[in-house]
């Protein structure tokens, strides 16, 4: 074991707690210090008949230390009829009664454990899921099951810790009508009808994942084998009636796949299927299978920011994953910047320059309306994370550490970052000493201002040229603090010939001379698109 591991446990479960305050986090920190669940066995059954599921739920559990209770998330039946019902607990196999099921908890009292004991507790219930498990019509008008968790929703069908720090193998069997096909995470290791008129499929996933990409689809599906790449096996499951659309649309997938593979590393899963599905989202990242938005499928190839986003979370989220939902940009962000990397790639810069550039006028409006940091602990209600500061900021932190480190220190970091973190957690401050052990920089000023900081340098910039001497005023004039940031100036000559300089800001007046014999007519900030910031004026003296 490295260093940089040993170190990383520490620090990541210090910050865990030090930015959490709240109740809510207080609660996660303390079931993050007494469990860990090592796998997940759902039994599910699904029926025509109505919006009840049957479940049992198998947890194996590694207790931390020694304690006689735990909680699980687990929602219970409501007023309105919707909600699960546990009938029978046990422990080990024996039959347990010493537990209490309340609201969103279900509360188990246990004779003591010893510190790194493993107990397997299993878990029956049925109800109408609330949310979660969507069961619905598609727009066929033909009935669908669609998992669809994040961020914690999974509670509403399953009992689980419904947190990203606790991964786990999960191994689905799935009983339903045989008139649909089933798809889960993992590979599929059982297909059989048990009667006329019921099907039983066993999907299993061998990584530890994270509940909110735990999942299965079941309903009326056109499958297609794509192939392999790097022997992965690429599939594409889509309603009967977009066939040929949802084929053609999804084999977007597999050059994207090869690209990720190529720059980051091997592909995280045994299998990755694309599904048109019922998400609420336009694109879910579910582990090893992603759901589509059923109405992105278009056949035009329209989608192929949606697959390359969903893609790149495969290694940034589902894989290497955020230790607490602050950080949720070392997801958002990732999947964002990788998608315009994969575009530069496949397209050219100046498609690329065009995306970072709309994703940075974003970026000035919602800082506009809405001012607050990337890592904003403040936020409990985790639906608002999906915000610009956790996607198009996230990316340009991305972005500037590209410019700060080069391209080659920046891709070492990304895969020795996604190598270190692969298959668990981390934090920011995980990527910032992987990034700072690679480049040999010390990065706590830039990951300081731009991750916990609010809003981001507006400019105001006078130029003049007087006595073979270029002189530019750069004030900052946002109300946050001052940023430190290197500055490109593209000079114009009157022979019209061009340069680059670079100066580095870090007071809110800042004068730079740069010596020049030949006659300037015109500078412009930024030429290559390296900085985020808002422009207010740039005038000549
Ligand atoms: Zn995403």
């Known amino acids: 074991m490295s260093t940089i591991i040993l170190k990383r446990t520490y620090i990541s479960v ?143 069908w399953l009992p689980v810790v419904d947190h990203p720090s606790d991964k786990a193998t999960v191994e689905w069997v799935i009983t339903a009508p045989s008139h649909y096909q089933t798809i889960g995470n993992g590979m599929m290791v059982e297909k059989t009808n048990i009667s006329d008129n019921k099907i039983i499929t066993r999907w299993r996933m061998v990584n530890p994942i994270p509940t909110k990409v735990m999942v299965i689809g079941a309903a009326r599906f056109a499958v297609e084998e794509q192939g392999e790449i790097y022997g992965i096996p690429v599939s594409s499951w889509v309603y009967p009636q977009d066939r040929e659309k949802g084929f053609s649309d999804y084999t977007l997938a597999t050059p994207i796949i090869d690209y990720m593979i190529n720059h980051i590393g091997p592909f995280p899963f045994k299998k990755l299927a694309n599904v048109q599905s019922k998400t609420r989202f336009g694109g879910m990242e579910n582990a090893g299978n992603i759901f589509y938005a059923e109405r992105s499928v278009t056949g035009t190839g329209s989608n192929e920011a949606l697959i390359a986003h969903e893609v790149a979370h495969q290694w940034f989220g589902n894989s290497a994953s955020e230790l607490n939902w602050h950080h949720i940009w070392l997801s958002e962000g990732f999947a964002t910047y990788f998608t315009n990397l994969y575009f530069e790639n496949k397209y050219g810069r100046d498609q690329f320059v065009d995306r970072i550039k709309a994703e940075r006028l974003t970026i000035i409006d919602y800082t506009k309306k809405n001012p607050a940091p990337i890592v904003n602990p403040n936020i409990e209600d985790y639906m608002q994370l999906l915000n610009p500061y956790s996607y198009q900021k996230g990316g340009w932190i991305l972005h500037m550490l590209r410019r700060e480190l080069g391209d080659q220190l920046f891709w070492k970091s990304i895969r020795t970052y996604y190598e270190t973190y692969k298959y668990s957690n981390a934090l920011s401050e995980d990527l910032q000493r992987i990034m700072e052990h690679i480049s040999g920089k010390d990065l706590s000023l830039f990951f300081k201002q731009w991750l916990y900081q609010i809003g981001h340098p507006k400019l105001e910039a006078t130029w003049d040229y007087k006595n073979e001497l270029l002189q530019v005023e750069i004030h900052q004039n946002q109300k946050s603090s001052i940023y430190n940031f290197p500055l490109d100036i593209k000079i114009t000559y009157k022979d019209g010939t061009m340069a680059i300089e670079t100066v580095m800001i870090s007071e809110k007046i800042q004068i730079s001379k740069i010596v020049s014999k030949k006659q300037v007519t015109s500078i412009e900030l930024d030429p290559n698109t390296w900085l985020l910031f808002e422009l207010i004026s740039l005038n000549k003296k």
Not at 70 to 84: A, E, I, P, R, T
Not at 86 to 111: M, R
């Open 14 to 156: 210090l910050c865990f707690f030090s930015l959490f305050f709240n109740t809510q986090a207080q609660k996660h920190q303390e079931r993050f210090e007494t469990i860990d669940i090592l796998n997940y066995k759902f039994d599910i059954q699904l029926s025509d008949t109505n919006n009840q599921i049957e479940g049992t739920a198998e947890i194996k559990i590694r207790f931390k230390k020694a304690v006689t209770t735990f909680v699980l998330d687990f929602v219970k039946k409501k007023s309105n009829g919707k909600g699960m019902s546990v009938y029978t607990v046990s422990e080990n196999k024996n039959n347990i009664t010493s537990y209490t099921h309340d609201n969103n908890q279900l509360i188990f009292n246990i004779d003591a454990t010893k510190q790194d004991e493993i107990r397997i507790y299993t878990i029956q219930y049925k109800g109408i899921p609330e949310d979660g498990l969507i069961i619905s019509k598609n727009k066929y008008n033909e009935r669908t099951f669609f998992g669809d968790n994040w961020p914690d929703r999974s509670k509403n």
